[in-house]
């Protein structure tokens, strides 16, 4: 597990290292609905042109 998307806005965050699966590295999805979260890896959630990243926990990516 290695990315986590919010399919809600189509935004790549990346997981911090914790038990709360839904904690990212910039918190952005603690507010977010769990059916709007989705956990995977570079399979399971491929990049796509639709998804952004994350500008916080992506440095160096356009931020939304
Ligand atoms: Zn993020």
């Known amino acids: 597990m290695d990315r986590v ?18 904690v990212t590295q910039c918190s952005a999805l603690v507010h ?6 989705e956990m995977g890896s570079e399979q399971t959630i491929p ?3 639709r998804i952004k990243r994350c500008g916080r926990c ?7």
């Open 32 to 37: 977010v609905s769990p059916e709007h979260v």
């Open 58 to 64: 992506y440095r160096g990516a356009s931020c939304y």
């Open 47 to 49: 990049q796509t042109d």
């Open 5 to 22: 998307s919010n399919t809600h806005t189509d935004t790549l965050h990346r997981p911090r290292d914790d038990r709360d699966q839904r």
